[in-house]
């Protein structure tokens, strides 16, 4: 179960960071109310931790140890959580396009995936 997850969210967030890295326009057009051509350094900037966190979640799903993924799964499920709840926080204030509703959606279903690897994981 949390092979297949690290894989596809790790692959999801190394293509969020290309996007980040080399059309970071596009990634905060897609959420952004107005946005300005300054907006593009920080997500470039921020792409390499994007980039390093799905490495770490591709290269994890075989090569880590059951303590390693366990905190990494917990990690990950607040990681995401917060996520959303600043894409939630960012169009209530109006700040954000509704398309932010649709990534803090799959970032709270990603959350509680990852909650879920944690329970089974430290239940073993």
């Not at 890295?21 to 057009?29: D, E, R």
């Not at 792409?47 to 290269?59: E, Q």
């Not at 993924?69 to 499920?77: P, Q, V, Y």
């Amino acid at each position: 179960m949390h092979r297949r997850l690290f894989l596809l969210t790790g692959g999801f967030l190394i293509a969020v960071g290309l996007v980040l890295l080399f059309a970071p326009q596009a990634y905060v057009s897609l959420y952004a109310v107005d946005y300005a051509a300054g907006m593009d350094f920080p997500a470039r900037r921020f792409a390499p931790v994007v980039l390093a966190m799905g490495t770490v979640l591709v290269l994890a799903r075989t090569h880590a140890s059951e303590r390693f993924l366990l905190d990494l799964s917990l990690i990950a499920a607040a990681a995401f959580l917060a996520v959303a709840a600043t894409g939630l926080h960012a169009w209530l204030t109006g700040v954000a396009r509704p398309t932010i509703l649709a990534a803090a959606a799959v970032e709270a279903l990603l959350a509680t995936a990852f909650l879920a690897v944690w329970l089974h994981l430290r239940n073993r």
